[in-house]
């Protein structure tokens, strides 16, 4: 069976395709999963971002998992969780330098142990810096240049089932040539327009090492993003080929089990409406606790 065929079939009106989408912020992984062949996104996060454009829950993530029904989760045939980056990236020096305080919040274990104790495929989306260096060689990552982008924005993504890596290219000809003429990516994240300079570790003279995008719409093209245009949402966003590449994934690893090659769980059959739980399909917005 063709990928192609498997995923017409899979995302026929046999099969309402679910995913959890934790943690969701303006939506960028969320518009990645309806690219991929999602028919139904589900969105949680503390803070409603009126730019996240599918069925919003508004929770605290570490009430919401552990006051809602375990059924309720396993409902989902995919649940994918962003929690906040900011306590492990490297950027976040630049945000106190720049007169800003980052997260020190820190969800990635508790997240990880909740998703492990569910029946059903996750995968949990962070920067690099989120594992260690021996963690990092099990998990696969997403760079912007996998996909033209002209950001580079490494992402990692630790997953219930196998996610193809895919081949960087730092010579990217969709970024633009940087001081040292070579290509370089563009930057979104701090301020608009900012160059970046730092000290070289080899020389000890100072240098530029890279710039931010200068407008929205800059910001906008090298994500392939379309639907946020606020910077800071920009700024916190997946570009959506990263989880379109997922949905990829995922939809191949249920063809292996759909052929049988891999065990499938009772209750991926088994589907739970939302008004069991108190919501309806025509909630655009539900908060919780």
């Known amino acids: 069976m063709s990928f192609v065929t498997f995923q017409l079939n899979m995302t026929s009106n046999e099969k309402v395709w679910r995913v959890l989408d934790l943690y969701c912020c303006a939506g960028g992984s969320a518009k990645g ?15 409603k971002k009126k730019e996240y454009p ?3 829950i508004k929770a605290d993530i570490e009430d919401f998992i552990y006051e809602k029904p375990v059924e309720w989760f ?43 104790s569910l029946d059903v495929e996750y995968v949990i989306e962070n920067v690099p810096e989120a594992w260690n260096k021996e963690e ?22 630790e ?3 196998p996610i193809e890596q895919l081949k960087c290219d730092h010579n990217s000809p969709h970024w633009p040539i940087g001081p040292k003429g070579k290509p370089k990516p563009i930057g979104v994240y701090g301020r608009k327009g900012d160059k970046i300079k ?17 407008t929205v719409e800059e910001a906008q093209q090298a994500m392939g993003i379309t639907h946020i245009s606020s910077w800071r949402n920009l700024c916190q966003a997946i570009p959506p080929a990263y989880t379109e590449h997922i949905s990829k994934c995922f ?7 759909e052929a049988g090659i891999l065990s499938i769980p009772e209750k991926s059959t088994h589907q739970v409406s939302l ?15």
């Open 136 to 157: 990092r060689k099990k998990i696969t990552y997403s760079c912007g240049s996998h996909f033209g982008l002209g950001v580079q924005r490494h992402r990692y993504f």
């Open 54 to 56: 599918y069925f919003f």
């Open 159 to 161: 997953a219930s089932f």
């Open 198 to 214: 730092g000290m070289c570790h080899k020389t000890g003279k100072m240098q530029t090492g890279g710039w931010t995008a200068k």
């Open 74 to 116: 396993e409902s989902f045939d995919l649940i994918s969780a962003s929690p906040p980056c900011q306590f492990h990236s490297k950027t976040k020096h630049l945000a106190i330098a720049q007169g800003n305080l980052p997260s020190d919040i820190d969800h990635l274990p508790m997240i990880r142990q909740f998703l492990k």
């Open 33 to 47: 999963y309806e690219l991929g062949g999602f028919d139904e996104i589900i969105g949680v996060d503390q803070v």
């Open 251 to 257: 939809f191949k690893h249920m063809e292996a089990k």
């Open 275 to 289: 008004e069991q739980f108190g919501f309806t399909e025509h909630d655009t917005e539900r908060s919780c606790g």
